[in-house]
């Protein structure tokens, strides 16, 4: 039987955390029983002390007025921290999430345990390897899923990335953790 899951997907100033990119926004949902809980999700939008890149406003249509009073990564963590408690955490392209998680975490408080995390990315390459495309939006489009209004926005895409993870599970015949790491370990990921 598989543990409680929480998905989570972090949105940045950035594509680097080692060259000073910020989380803006962190969203999570918990999987229960093989069950999206959408009614508990978390989601906080993050400051993160500079202006926004111009790019990353049109991307994730965030101002600077929208993340300007929102609490920063050394409030917002903590609770996201709370919320996965006692859940493996998953991501796609979660080695991309992790690093911010890591390097947020550093800059915080130093040494905190973070949960364990796989990857939705490295399931798809398991599950599909004739596949060449393993992105969000081409899983979405391989299961039918109609693309979020506000894609690039971290609920959204973490609600999407929760029913992508169930039909792959279902696909896979994956019903335990073991099963899950050996096809989804970031350990084991090469770099995308």
């Given at each position: 039987?598989?543990?409680?899951?929480?998905?989570?997907?972090?949105?940045?100033?950035?594509?680097?955390?080692?060259?000073?990119?910020?989380?803006?926004?962190?969203?999570?949902?918990?999987?229960?029983?093989?069950?999206?809980?959408?009614?508990?999700?978390?989601?906080?939008?993050?400051?993160?002390?500079?202006?926004?890149?111009?790019q990353i406003r049109q991307i994730c249509k965030l101002t600077d007025d929208d993340v300007a009073h929102a609490p920063t990564i050394m409030n917002v963590l903590p609770d996201f921290l709370s919320f996965v408690h006692g859940s493996v955490l998953l991501a796609h392209n979660a080695t991309f999430d992790m690093s911010f998680?890591?390097?947020?975490?550093?800059?915080?408080?130093?040494?905190?345990?973070?949960?364990?995390?796989?990857?939705?990315?490295?399931?798809?390459?398991?599950?599909?390897?004739?596949?060449?495309?393993?992105?969000?939006?081409?899983?979405?489009?391989?299961?039918?899923?109609?693309?979020?209004?506000?894609?690039?926005?971290?609920?959204?895409?973490?609600?999407?990335?929760?029913?992508?993870?169930?039909?792959?599970?279902?696909?896979?015949?994956?019903?335990?953790?073991?099963?899950?790491?050996?096809?989804?370990?970031?350990?084991?990921?090469?770099?995308?």
């Open positions: 039987m598989l543990p409680s899951l929480t998905i989570f997907d972090v949105e940045t100033t950035g594509l680097d955390p080692k060259k000073g990119n910020r989380i803006i926004e962190i969203a999570g949902v918990r999987i229960e029983n093989n069950l999206i809980q959408e009614e508990s999700v978390f989601s906080s939008l993050v400051n993160p002390e500079c202006l926004l890149p111009p998680l890591e390097m947020e975490k550093e800059a915080c408080w130093g040494y905190i345990e973070l949960p364990e995390c796989l990857c939705t990315m490295k399931l798809s390459r398991s599950l599909f390897p004739q596949e060449f495309r393993h992105n969000l939006d081409t899983l979405a489009k391989r299961f039918g899923f109609t693309m979020p209004e506000n894609r690039h926005r971290a609920l959204p895409d973490v609600l999407l990335t929760a029913n992508v993870l169930l039909k792959m599970l279902e696909h896979g015949k994956i019903t335990n953790i073991d099963e899950l790491r050996k096809r989804a370990n970031i350990q084991t990921m090469t770099k995308v």
